[in-house]
């Protein structure tokens, strides 16, 4: 393929971070041809100086998330974990979130954290007339305390495999 893939303007998903989904073409975002690539995806991402992600979990990818400058913590709770623990990533390191897993990226530190995500398969975001249709990553407004009391039962159903299917589906269709 003779093509330079660049990182391009991000935009703020709804977890609360900047993403560029500069080699995904399962994101509508990117504008790449819908069967380019399969197996994996590649998103830069930003995490501001000072802020954290909501809390969100992808029921279908794994992710890595690795650290190309800066700082970060991630707070995750794994399905088999009987609590949430966190994580010191810095530059040139990474962590690996695995479907099932709830997850926040936080930065405390004064300059951004510059990431890339690698994710496996192909990260699924579909938006039209700028609504999010279907998102791999579901985003909760519970706060840890408030999740770990509902026995790990957030109040947004997380999606089935056809809902994701039918996101592909219709993806699919509009690149044709």
């Not at 399969?38 to 890595?64: N, W, Y």
């Not at 800066?70 to 009987?82: A, E, I, S």
């Amino acid at each position: 393929m003779k093509q330079v893939f660049k990182v391009v303007e991000p935009y703020r998903v709804p977890d609360g971070t900047l993403v560029s989904p500069f080699l995904n073409c399962k994101d509508s975002m990117s504008g790449l041809p819908f069967d380019l690539l399969d197996g994996f995806s590649l998103a830069a991402g930003t995490i501001e100086p000072k802020t954290r992600s909501k809390i969100h979990l992808m029921s279908f990818v794994t992710q890595v998330t690795f650290v190309r400058q800066g700082n970060l913590q991630v707070r995750m709770k794994g399905p088999r974990d009987d609590d949430s623990y966190s994580l010191s990533v810095r530059t040139d390191e990474a962590v690996i979130t695995e479907p099932g897993t709830f997850f926040q990226l936080v930065n405390d530190e004064p300059e951004s954290c510059e990431v890339l995500y690698i994710v496996s398969p192909a990260y699924l975001f579909e938006m039209s007339n700028e609504h999010v249709v279907y998102d791999d990553s579901v985003v909760f407004e519970e706060n840890w305390d408030n999740l770990k009391s509902s026995g790990w039962r957030p109040a947004v159903q997380l999606p089935a495999i056809e809902q994701r299917q039918g996101a592909e589906h219709r993806m699919s269709i509009r690149s044709e």
